[in-house]
């Protein structure tokens, strides 16, 4: 019988004590695309272990790398030359495959990544990572589900407009700049910390990268890149949930290993909310004495409050006293889950990009299903705040973004437990 794993929560205990986080998958993803652009042994520290790390290890050694994951570290040994193809089968598991188009290209001239596709949080198109490289001079087509990109005669900067600021357009272009003949200019590029991070590791690389962190990122291609040992920053995305989660169930949380200020805005509707925040060096402590107020939050790229916050967003409007607009900018299908916290006894309607919910005294322990990460995550969370046990199905996605996070919870005095339970069959003879 095929089995399931769930995530069970008794709600109604406040958080309490101190968590740790890690590295943001995020950035480390990313760092270890960025180890392919110089051959020799690259050392990523502060790796989370989580499942899209492992994945990401294997999309690497199929190039011919060698990887080592162990004790929140990846060693990479990167071949003169590296292989060329990403497959469908690592694709579809880790989207964030496609950013090692721009490193591959950049080094080898020849490069075949599986399309994604879409996921449960929406389409989630490649047309501006498409255009840059174009731009750099690379020819692009697809053909059989994958993108092939050539540039016999090397990459050459350019200047490069993008439509939205995407992160993962932005790293690509990025990485695949930083190796390029000329100078390359990408406006309108992503400011996240992630981007910051990569450019801090690519500059020790030997890279020429000015304006990172900033909407202009001005990159003059160099012959070749040094391999180097590289601290990724903390997951501010598990530290926002971890503060969500502190205000929600009207606790008090300390949680380390993250900068505060990547979090200004998330931390700013807490404030707004009722929640006393105290930021400190590289940690900051959320405190909730009453139920949170309600308060209207709107997505953005960041410094804008984070997507990938969205599900936190929504279960505090959920608790809240009073009605809370929220509107999700960067995501078409990031209320799939509001499906579920309408399970937990949620009061939320959505209309397009915009969520109206209801705040609710309590909501109501049920068995719910995780639909991606930041959704899991969130509806655990959500449970925390209902009436008896909240049981979330399909954990698996859990697993993907937050290492120890039923530890973490046990820590902070939830009553929690992750259990195997049998999948029903049915007999359809
Ligand atoms: N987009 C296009 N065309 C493109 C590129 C993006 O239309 O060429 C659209 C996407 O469809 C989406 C929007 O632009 O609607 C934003 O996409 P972006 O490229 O910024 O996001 P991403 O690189 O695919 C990363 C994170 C996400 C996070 C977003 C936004 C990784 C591996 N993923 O995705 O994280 O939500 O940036 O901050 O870095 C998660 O960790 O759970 C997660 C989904």
Redesign the pocket.
Known sequence: MARVDVIRVKGGTPLTGEVTVGGA??SA??LMAVALLAPGRSVVENVPRITDIAIMAEVLRRLGCQVTLDGGQATIDVPAEPGSEADYDLVRRL??SICVLGPLLARTGYVRVALPGGDM??????????SGLARMGAQISGEHGFVIASAPHGLRGGKIWLD??????T?NLLMAAVLAKGVTEIDNA?R?P?IVDICDMLTAMGAKIEGAGTSTLTVEGVEGLQPVRHRTIGDR?VGGTWAFASAMTRGDVTVQGVRPEFLDVALDKLVTAGAAVEPGDNHFRVRMSDRPKAVDIVTL??PGF???LLPMAIGLASVADGSSLITEN???GRFMFVNEMVRLGADIRTDGHHAVVNGRERLSGAPVRAT???AGAGLVIAGLCAEGVTEVGEVHHIDR?YPDFVEDLAKLGVEVERADVPEPTFDFS
């Not at 949080?121 to 498409?130: E, N, Q």
């Not at 939205?164 to 357009?169: C, E, I, K, L, W």
């Open positions: 998958k995020n993803l990313k989207r964030a949080i929406g389409s989630r198109g490649l047309d501006m990572h498409v939205f600021p995407s992160v993962g357009a790293e992503a996240e992630e995305i790229p960041y984070a997507t990938d960067i995501f078409d991606d990460i930041r973004g």
